[in-house]
């Protein structure tokens, strides 16, 4: 980590404003920049993919810094425009889940998150981990992909729900994808060149372990900065079981006693029949899908 890295101060919002966040950030915005002499503005995203889009021309106009207000789906987003560049991201947690922000502890009050950036004390940068796909659209995810099951969970969990319910809308999503009767799919996949072929309802590819609850972990052993993917197949399940993966969105790790585990730096999976795929928390599209761990590739401010 690098601690004092604060001397540049234009800083470019990126703003989701979709966020399931009630609170109003221009204010928190330009009370705090303005306060510490920093040179802002903002830009919004309209539709999917802006992200990393409008990081991407962050990056061309000369920013030092690129800052995130949204969700999990935003941050990846942005991350996925940043990615090769040496301009450091500010995550401002504005999203449902936040879970990045949680396993990098980040503060989920705006005024502290910005405080990172504004208060030189207060911070450092954390070099972490991205997966990198070959989707122009969706080039890199933070957290985990899914495919099969996790990612018909997501996909039930629309932005009305997510609004009004937060976290817990994940959990009614895989309480319908339980009521449309799983069934496992078969899983080939290409780890680091050698072939598996394996049956399971889900494959989890994750970068980190968090869920977004405090203390639970999907594994002890998956790690943000250890320049490995973490790849699981989780076999078929009983009722009680599925309701367990259900609640792993938020925590719940108990079933994956049930799973299959590697640690690889590429995966190539592809399924029969063809599975949804999500990243991140947004749906990503369909199978197969090739990842690979670009070790390092990120920096974050995070609290010191």
């Known amino acids: 980590m690098i601690k004092g890295y604060h001397l540049k101060k234009n800083v470019r919002v990126i703003l989701?404003?979709?966020?399931?966040?009630?609170?109003?950030p221009l204010r928190v915005f330009n009370q705090l920049f303005h306060q510490t002499g920093y040179d802002w503005d903002m830009v919004i995203t309209k539709q999917r993919c802006d992200g990393t889009i409008l990081a991407k021309k962050a990056i061309q106009d000369g920013v030092d810094i690129v800052a995130v207000y949204g969700g999990d789906g935003t941050v990846m987003e942005v991350a996925g425009g940043l990615y090769g560049s040496n301009i450091p991201l500010a995550i401002l947690p504005g999203g449902t889940g936040n879970v990045l922000s949680m396993e990098l502890g980040i503060p989920h009050k705006l005024e502290s998150a910005c405080a990172l950036i504004t208060q030189p004390e207060k911070s450092q940068l954390?070099?972490?981990?991205?997966?990198?796909?070959?989707?122009?659209?969706?080039?890199?995810?933070?957290?985990?992909?899914?495919v099969?099951?996790?990612a018909n969970m997501l996909e039930g969990a629309d932005r009305e729900l997510k609004d009004r319910y937060g976290i817990f809308a994940y959990i009614m999503g895989g309480i319908q994808a339980i009521r449309d009767e799983p069934r496992e799919a078969r899983y080939y996949l290409t780890l680091d060149g050698q072939s598996v072929e394996k049956s399971g309802l889900t494959c989890l590819i994750a970068n980190a372990g968090n869920f977004g609850?405090?203390?639970l972990t999907l594994d002890p052993r998956v790690k943000i900065d250890d320049g490995l993917l973490d790849v699981f197949v989780i076999r078929k399940m009983d009722l009680t079981g599925l309701f367990s993966l259900a609640a792993s969105v938020i925590g719940v790790n108990e079933e994956l006693d049930k799973a299959q585990h590697w640690q690889v730096r590429s995966v190539m999976i592809e399924t029969e029949p063809v599975q949804s795929t999500q990243a991140d928390g947004e749906m990503w599209g369909k199978s197969p899908v090739k990842i690979e761990v670009k070790p390092q590739a990120l920096q974050i401010y995070v609290p010191v």
């Open 126 to 146: 954390r070099a972490i981990d991205l997966g990198l796909t070959d989707d122009e659209k969706l080039p890199a995810f933070a957290l985990r992909a899914g």
């Open 213 to 215: 609850v405090s203390g």
């Open 148 to 150: 099969g099951l996790e």
């Open 16 to 24: 989701n404003p979709s966020s399931g966040s009630k609170d109003p």
